[in-house]
């Protein structure tokens, strides 16, 4: 497979060059980066790439603000353009919507070569099974995360970065207990990498932290069950309960 040309989108130079180097180290040869949504925008409109790697906290447009115009058929590109976040697992309030919005993976900071190359590979063989246009106008991109800004330190080697302000946490909230669970006439259990494509899950899908990744009752596309499988390691449980496909 030849090297694909790909657009790396974050409004830190330095993660700009870490990202731009490491690519060039694999082999690419036509990539381009810029500061902003509104400028891959721009500059997607007169070039192609195969790829975008894009972060997720950027000031004016959001890198989920920018999926979504893509998803939505607001863009000049492809519906199913391939779009890999440039994120941290510590940000789980924004997987959920990442997830919903068919993101093709994701790219965990500090960036690793081996790890690039294997997101990259994977992104742009997987297929794409997109929802109507509508349905992705429904996803709502103002769950907490998008009032927020992530406070990224400085840049090492770079210029100095000034951390975003971030609210103050609300008070810990108090949980209930969890009701006892029934179980569910053809509820199987399932690791991962064992779901098929078209599974129902049969309960909401965690987070270690409490965060809701995904509700009970979503239908598991291929591009979904890839996503669970990249964040295995941050899954309360690495056994989920399915229905399996009829």
């Not at 721009?42 to 893509?70: C, Q, R, T, V, W």
């Not at 406070?151 to 210029?159: E, M």
Request: one cysteine or more.
């Amino acid at each position: 497979m030849a090297a694909p040309s790909v657009l790396i989108v974050d409004d830190e130079a330095f993660m700009r060059r870490v990202v731009r180097q490491t690519l060039t180290s694999l082999g690419c040869t036509q990539v381009g980066d810029v500061g902003s949504g509104a400028e891959a925008l721009a500059l997607l409109g007169k070039n192609h790439f195969d790829l975008i790697l894009s972060d997720i906290y950027m000031p004016g447009m959001s890198g989920l603000e920018f999926l979504k115009l893509i998803r939505t058929g607001k863009t000049t590109l492809a519906r199913d353009s391939r779009l890999i976040a440039l994120t941290s697992f510590s940000n789980t309030e924004i997987l959920n919507t990442s997830m919903m919005l068919d993101v093709n993976g994701f790219m965990v900071k500090p960036i690793k070569a081996e790890l690039v190359k294997k997101n990259m590979l994977k992104a742009l063989k997987e297929k794409m099974y997109l929802r109507t246009e509508a349905e992705y106008e429904a996803i709502a991109l103002n769950q907490g995360w998008a009032s927020k800004e992530e406070t990224k330190p400085i840049s090492v080697g770079g210029a100095a970065h000034i951390p975003r302000a971030v609210p103050e946490a609300p008070p810990p909230v108090v949980k209930a207990p969890e009701p006892e669970e029934t179980t569910v006439p053809g509820v199987v259990v399932v690791a991962t990498h064992q779901i098929q494509p078209n599974s129902v899950l049969a309960e909401k899908l965690m987070a270690k932290d409490g965060t809701l990744l995904l509700s009970a009752g979503q239908r598991l596309t291929p591009q979904l069950i890839n996503r669970l499988q990249d964040l295995h390691s941050i899954l309360r449980s690495n056994m989920i309960k399915v229905l399996p496909p009829e």
